[in-house]
């Protein structure tokens, strides 16, 4: 047998990254799955309109609160809150489906999905995205342009809560510099991936 034959099988890991939006969690996400093409980005659906540049399918499946509230009685998703007065959920058969085939998932949800997440999935790896300082979250809110004033405030209001949250996640990045916060981000799915209790037991 080979020594790496035992090492060869393990399951897919799903990688939570939550963040007050301004962040920059985007632009991290996309780097990183630049940098690992062979992961998977889950497609949340969510009853919020779609903003100029999104794309249905891609960014979000945008769909009506009708629509959300028989897929959640159908038990459809892993998931689902309400964030912004919207309502937001990861879909259920893409995340199983990738974790049985060994095919890492990244999760954009925000602090609340992240506990139920962890709750259901233990093996799960979440990571906290924190801004360089507020001052510099409400230029980077002010700067994307697409949020009217009072969205803008309630996203910082919102975003002072969740910080306080991350003592529940096993990682943090801050995003002061693009470059070092995307390292940062690769080292932790490095790490995870070389964790000997990830393997299934070879017979
Ligand atoms: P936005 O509307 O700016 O795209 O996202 C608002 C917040 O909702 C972000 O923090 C994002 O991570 C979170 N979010 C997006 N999809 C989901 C989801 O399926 N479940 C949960 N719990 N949060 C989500």
Redesign the pocket.
Known sequence: MEPTSIVSRRQGIVFII??P?GAG?TTLIKGLLKRFPEMALSV???T?LRRAGEANGRDYRFITPGRFSTMRSARAFA???G??G?L???PRAPLERAIRSGRDMLL???V??ARKIKRQYPAAVSIFVLPPSWRELEKRLALRGTDRRETIRKRLANARREIRAIMRYDYFVVNRELKIALESLQAVVRAERLRVSRLSASK
């Open positions: 939550s963040a939006s969690k949340s659906y969510t919020r998931e689902w809150a964030v912004h919207y937001y959920g990861t954009d949800i925000d609340q999905g």
